[in-house]
């Protein structure tokens, strides 16, 4: 009998396009910008493969088997460290070189870009600079070495030039790590920026402010990198003897197995503690990415730090409260004053004829939002309020600034003040009067972060938060506020520097250990505690960080996931306490979820630990089947009997979760040859693929790219020629689907099937 496609029908496919399309608006309403971690093929990326070895293989050896098997291929990169080579590609497929004897796998390099006064003495850093560490000096990061992997550093910054220390240029391939120039001319400054919050000591005073900065600069022009440059900065970092490493950096794969993940896990095998961004994909649940995804790295979310933010009213209806979002690239919505508000329509430049000096109210849609706030401002418009033109709210970015006061609101609130106009105009000649008030907003998520946990592995990402919302910090020739957990992980790597200074012996298990067990767990508006996957352990407080006598690790427990056809029932974690007092200590645990039906906790209740030593503690958990009728279980276990209790989050998935069944997807052509090949990174694999082809401007549906059945989990690559194309050369739209059990995802992406050009001579 033959087998039926759960894609099988062309009439399926357009209402699932039409989905798509859908949630294609939605997804970009909800796009926070900034400095983000959306990933862009860097130039040179996709000809690279990163080459992972077999535990026991010889470096060397391999090289040479590498030079012998391909004479003119090209090794870019031998990484000692984490046992890799990266190679220039060319014309030879992966598959070909995970053949080679001594290689564990191989992955196409891919690129990287950053994920981007009030928040140092927020997370307690300024409170412990009175504390002294082991020679009499306070605790400002004196003596600890902190690498960054970024954009480069403007050494010559009066708050920066007494802490930079030295790194390397992997761009330029010097020893100097200056920032370069974007697309547009203009200087980058995201490493400056992060540079800022761990170790500014000028004006602006960062986290750890006497720590020592080494800079190894692998994101270039617009800020992108590849994967072999992340490596090669991981590995000179380990060469450098650094004590903590940050990177504000990621891509979209949501898999614990990617190279750059494994890289900083060797990295933290070394000695360093690693300090990576979560990215700023949220809020949906599996959006990590990596290197975010490393186990043993502390991947750190982004919260919103003390802000007044501001709150618009009408002055004839003051109860009324409507929150707003800044249009990031816009200055800031800083108004004393009451303004006219008129109706824009959708931002035309008729609609805008008489808006001088006033608010204008614009509905999104029609033209790009960018040309609607343009066309204000060429109007006089004072400021502009974007509503959405569908149900809830939307971030947005521009790219370049404008000088304009710009924010969106929900379609709800946009509504109401359209009538609000319109009702205005028939009473009185008055206008309609916006009134901006200040509201306190603190320790709460921030939207972009990205939500956990990990694909595979079920590890909770985010370890935990820091401020991301607002930090203002150093850039070349100035300062500047920016958004983004590129903006939280500094923050995070200046506290390890401080914990490091304290406690020089520790390990960074240890000092992961100790920001995470001291985290402040966060709720949100409605006084509900958010989720491990959402904030891991919470938000950093580092008083009691650097007070805590007793370490418990690791700082979460992932349970994995548990079926119901499983016939063993029992899942058990390991947890250390570690007793850094001159008592002995008997601790209580407790968890949280004692007399949930269908579950059943087996834990010792008390461990006595004597001073300097530790103890492992088993936590098992026993599943009713037939019992349990929810999805997940998360909850807390709490241990008592330290100076702080203790709270370690734990997560266990009741069957498969709905995780993204494609993480990435991307094609390219090979060289001058005939042929192209595209990869697919799939976390628990598929058992049917299908990618099909449509006109980019009509969605005409086109035909079927390719169609694989039973794909393993991980990366998964294919090899095309011209002849098997079902279109011509040209630009594609290209919808993607996967299906596994009765899950399915569905990705789009605008695809080039055009082969590489030889420039003639």
């Known amino acids: 009998m033959k087998r039926t496609s759960v894609m099988s029908t062309h009439k399926k496919r357009q209402q699932q396009v039409w989905q798509i399309l859908l949630c294609i608006v939605i997804c970009m309403a909800n796009l926070y910008t900034g400095l983000t971690t959306q990933t862009a093929r860097a130039d040179g990326a996709g000809d690279t493969a990163i080459l992972t070895l077999e535990d026991g293989s010889d470096l060397n050896t391999v090289r040479s088997r590498l030079r012998e098997i391909y004479p003119d291929m090209q090794i870019l990169h031998s990484y000692e460290s984490v046992k890799g080579l990266a190679v220039k590609i060319k014309n030879t497929p992966l598959s070909l070189l995970t053949r080679l004897e001594g290689v564990k796998r191989a992955d196409r390099s891919t690129a990287y870009q950053p994920s981007l006064e009030d928040s140092v003495p927020f997370i307690g850093a300024e409170a412990v600079r009175r504390q002294r560490d082991k020679h009499g000096d306070g605790l400002t990061g004196k003596g600890i070495k902190v690498g960054i992997i970024d954009t480069g550093i403007d050494y010559n910054h009066p708050d920066l030039s007494r802490n930079y220390k030295g790194g390397y240029d992997f761009v330029e391939n010097d020893d100097d790590p200056l920032e370069g120039k974007g697309p547009d001319g203009k200087p980058t400054f995201h490493g400056t920026h992060v540079a800022g919050i761990i170790a500014a000591n000028g004006s602006m005073r960062g986290v750890a402010p006497d720590a020592d900065i080494y800079m190894y600069r692998a994101l270039g022009p617009g800020g992108q990198g590849s994967t072999e440059q992340i490596i090669a ?32 896990d060797k990295a933290v095998e070394a000695g360093i503690v690693t300090v990576t961004s979560n990215g700023n994909s949220g809020p949906s649940m599996w959006s990590v990415g990596s290197p975010g995804t490393a186990e043993k790295a502390i991947s750190v979310g982004a919260s919103i730090p003390p802000l007044r933010k501001p709150v618009l009213t009408l002055f004839d209806e003051p109860e009324l409260s409507i929150g707003i979002k800044p249009v990031q690239g816009t200055v800031p919505w800083q108004f004393q004053r009451d303004l006219p508000l008129v109706n824009g329509g959708l931002g035309l430049a008729e609609d805008l004829e008489a808006v001088n000096g006033k608010a204008v109210l614009i509905e999104r849609g029609g033209i790009p939002l960018v040309r609607k706030i343009v066309n204000a401002r060429k109007a006089g418009a004072a400021a502009v309020l974007l509503y959405n033109n569908v149900a809830g709210d939307f971030s947005v970015g521009i790219e370049n600034p404008e000088t304009i006061p710009a924010v969106s609101l929900t379609r709800e609130h946009g509504e109401i003040l359209r009538e609000a106009i319109t009702e205005k105009a028939k009473e009185s000649a008055n206008p309609t009067v916006l009134r901006t008030i200040l509201k306190e907003e603190t320790d709460h998520m921030a939207f972009f972060s990205s939500r956990g946990p990990v694909t595979r592995s079920w590890k909770i990402k985010p370890d935990i938060v820091a401020p991301g919302v607002d930090i203002t910090s150093t850039v070349p020739n100035g300062y500047l506020p920016l958004n983004g957990t590129s903006m939280a992980a500094p923050h995070i790597a200046g506290a390890a520097a401080l914990v490091k200074q304290a406690h020089p012996d520790w390990e960074p298990v240890q000092i992961k250990a100790a920001l995470m067990n001291t985290a402040i767990a966060l709720t949100d508006e409605k006084d509900q505690e958010y989720p491990p996957f959402v904030q891991g352990a919470g938000r950093v407080d580092m008083e009691k960080a650097l007070r805590t006598d007793t370490l418990a690790y690791p700082g979460t427990l992932s349970f994995g996931v548990w079926t119901m056809d499983e016939k063993e029932t029992t899942h058990t974690e390991k947890i250390v306490l570690e007793n850094h007092s001159k008592k002995t200590k008997t601790y209580r645990l407790r968890m949280d979820e004692d007399r949930l039906l269908g579950v059943k906790w087996d834990y010792p209740h008390q461990v006595t630990v004597k001073p300097g030593e530790k103890k492992t503690a088993d936590i098992r958990l026993d599943i009713e089947a037939g019992v349990v009728d929810y999805k997940e279980l998360s909850g807390d276990l709490t241990i008592h009997g330290g100076t702080e209790a203790i709270k370690v989050p734990y997560l266990l998935f009741i069957n498969e979760p709905n995780y993204p069944r494609i993480g990435a997807f991307d094609l ?94």
Do not use: C
């Not at 900065?233 to 990621?250: P, Q, T």
């Not at 979209?252 to 993940?261: A, E, K």
């Open 233 to 264: 900065a991981i590995e000179k970092a380990i060469e450098d003897d650094v004590d903590i490493l940050n990177l504000s950096l990621g891509n979209p794969i949501n898999g614990p197995d990617w190279p750059t993940s494994n890289a900083l």
């Open 668 to 761: 390219q052509p090979i060289g001058h040859t005939n042929a192209f090949q595209y990869e697919m990174y799939m976390p628990g694999g598929a058992e049917e693929i299908e990618i099909a082809l449509y006109e980019p401007d009509t969605y005409t549906y086109l035909g079927v790219l390719d169609q694989e059945h039973d794909i393993k989990p991980g990366l998964y690559q294919k090899t095309l020629t011209a002849d098997e194309l079902p279109v011509p050369e040209g630009r594609y739209r290209a919808v993607v689907y996967a299906r596994a059990g009765n899950q399915e995802d569905v990705l789009e992406t605008f695809i080039s099937l055009e082969k590489t050009k030889i420039n003639e001579p």
